[in-house]
Nanobody, 116 residues
Framework: QVQLVESGGDLVQAGGSLRLSCVASSRVFVIGDVGWYRQAPGKQRDMVARITPQGSTNYTDSVKGRFTISRGGAETTLYLQMNSLKPEDTAVYYC??????????WGQGTQVTVSS
């Protein structure tokens, strides 16, 4: 069973930076599309950034130019570098992998809080 474990969430001031990490129990990050989602209190879970096995990336408009998604760690780690953080970036951030024939796999989430 594939497991995803996120880390790196923290309390940071506006304008600051954080790097989130997601470690997988197997090399799923080169099998299917993977990405980061976030969910703020009372809101739905939305896509933040995604990357395909070929390395193509996609970002939601509000984070373009500030966030960068990447893979590393022998293809078992997914990163989200977040710069110029804003209070509206406050949310629980989830790692997601879409694995062919298996479906969606989610991590447990990591809290990011940006103070103004």
């Amino acid at each position: 069973q594939v497991q995803l474990v996120e880390s790196g969430g923290d309390l940071v001031q506006a304008g600051g930076s954080l790097r989130l990490s997601c470690v997988a129990s197997s090399r799923v990050f080169v099998i299917g599309d993977v990405g980061w989602y976030r969910q703020a209190p009372g809101k739905q879970r939305d896509m933040v950034a995604r990357i395909t096995p070929q390395g193509s990336t996609n970002y939601t408009d509000s984070v373009k130019g500030r966030f960068t998604i990447s893979r590393g760690g022998a293809e078992t780690t997914l990163y989200l570098q977040m710069n110029s953080l804003k209070p509206e970036d406050t949310a629980v951030y989830y790692c997601n992998a879409k694995i062919p024939l298996i479906g969606d796999i989610w991590g447990q989430g990591t809290q990011v809080t940006v103070s103004s």
